[in-house]
């Protein structure tokens, strides 16, 4: 079954090369590409992992590949490489020059310093 969150051949043909990573190859009677789109369904809907639909590998098996996946940092490489590969697509350098950070998003540290919670008090301190 496929879901909107499930990769299409085109795309997985993107990332797939850094998911065949180990020495034996893969060992497991699930594809990378399930694993990967279980992943993105979970990431997509917010589910939690024991709420994975059968149709998927079952989920201690997808949050071990997720886990080991994060813990050797692919999915951040993957997303490197996606993003570059966007902005070379749209006609912008590979990597940001400069960037912008709204001062109404960014908060200082010094107000912060006079005031605090006390939680004996259960209301703001000056």
């Given at each position: 079954?496929?879901?909107?969150s499930?990769?299409?051949?085109?795309?997985?043909?993107?990332?797939e090369?850094?998911?065949?990573?180990?020495k034996?190859?893969?060992?497991?009677?699930?594809?990378?590409?399930?694993l990967?789109?279980a992943?993105?369904?979970?990431?997509?809907?917010?589910?939690?992992?024991?709420?994975?639909?059968?149709?998927?590998?079952?989920?201690?098996?997808?949050?071990?590949f997720?886990?080991?996946?994060?813990?050797?940092?692919?999915?951040?490489?993957?997303?490197?490489?996606?993003?570059?590969?966007?902005?070379?697509?749209?006609?912008?350098?590979?990597?940001?020059?400069?960037g912008?950070?709204?001062?109404?998003?960014?908060?200082?540290?010094?107000?912060?310093?006079?005031?605090?919670?006390?939680?004996?008090?259960?209301?703001?301190?000056?």
């Amino acid at each position: 079954m496929s879901y909107p969150s499930s990769l299409t051949a085109q795309q997985w043909s993107l990332i797939e090369g850094y998911f065949s990573y180990g020495k034996y190859g893969n060992m497991s009677k699930h594809t990378k590409k399930q694993l990967v789109d279980a992943v993105f369904y979970v990431t997509k809907t917010g589910c939690q992992w024991r709420q994975l639909p059968r149709e998927f590998p079952p989920w201690q098996t997808v949050y071990s590949f997720f886990r080991r996946a994060k813990n050797r940092k692919i999915w951040e490489k993957v997303l490197e490489e996606l993003v570059t590969k966007s902005r070379l697509r749209m006609g912008r350098n590979a990597l940001p020059t400069y960037g912008i950070i709204d001062s109404q998003s960014v908060k200082t540290t010094s107000a912060s310093e006079d005031r605090g919670i006390d939680g004996g008090k259960k209301g703001k301190g000056t």
